[in-house]
T-cell receptor, first 119, second 108 residues
Framework: EAQVTQNPRYLITVTGKKLTVTCSQN?????MSWYRQDPGLGLRQIYY???????DKGDVPEGYKVSRKEKRNFPLILESPSPNQTSLYFC??????????????????FGNGTRLTVT | RKEVEQDPGPFNVPEGATVAFNCTYS??????FFWYRQDCRKEPKLLMS???SGNEDGRFTAQLNRASQYISLLIRDSKLSDSATYLC?????????FGSGTKLNVKP
């Protein structure tokens, strides 16, 4: 089954304790990205990656790191989490290049989400 | 100005009603457009891509107006199960931009 898998689904941690949220996709997608969703603010992009070893900042990258050593994995790292990083996080992937006759770029496939609480 | 703007609603409609949402985008060079559905605190799921000529999928019709820079979603014969938040998504220059969503409540 084609899917994006995030782990963990729920995480409660304390300020300053490093954590990693994993994301893996089995669709051979080139494009992967991380979003956070907060009430009233919608989905905001944290980082994205267009392919292996190619990453770039999104709109809210502060306090986060990513790596893309393999095509299928795109972990999100919080080196020193703070309470303002309490949020719902989604990983997503996309097949970046789609023949234009099919309407453009393929849509994003999302993971199930990770609900993070930092106390 | 936000890249993508939507009316947050909520739109409260009876079962069987027809309801329409609009979404405006700021970058005229935007390349791809999508409607997603999101149930409470779950992951967004693709409802439909939006093509230049407009497209239909069952009770759902999407339109793109590049001149006025908006996309629309029409839902006919609303069902209780259509209650959700509908997200407008626009792609340009390596990023997907999300509207904040329009909430739909379909009531018996």
């Amino acid at each position: 089954e084609a899917q994006v898998t995030q782990n963990p689904r729920y995480l409660i941690t304390v300020t300053g304790k490093k954590l990693t949220v994993t994301c893996s996709q089995n669709m051979n997608h080139e494009y992967m990205s991380w979003y956070r969703q907060d009430p009233g603010l919608g989905l905001r992009q944290i980082y994205y990656s267009m392919n292996v070893e190619v990453t770039d900042k999104g709109d809210v990258p502060e306090g986060y790191k990513v790596s893309r050593k393999e095509k299928r994995n795109f972990p999100l790292i919080l080196e020193s989490p703070s309470p303002n990083q309490t949020s719902l996080y989604f990983c997503a992937s996309s097949h970046f290049f789609t023949p234009r006759s099919q309407g453009g770029y393929s849509p994003l496939h999302f993971g199930n989400g990770t609900r993070l609480t930092v106390t | 100005r936000k890249e993508v703007e939507q009316d947050p609603g909520p739109f409260n409609v009876p079962e069987g009603a027809t309801v329409a949402f609009n979404c405006t985008y700021s970058n005229s060079a935007s390349q791809s457009f999508f409607w997603y559905r999101q149930d409470c605190r779950k992951e967004p799921k693709l409802l439909m891509s939006v093509y230049s000529s407009g497209n239909e999928d069952g009770r759902f019709t999407a339109q793109l107006n590049r001149a006025s820079q908006y996309i629309s979603l029409l839902i006919r014969d609303s069902k209780l199960s259509d209650s959700a938040t509908y997200l407008c998504v626009v792609y340009n220059f390596n990023k997907f931009y999300f509207g904040s969503g329009t909430k739909l409540n379909v009531k018996p």
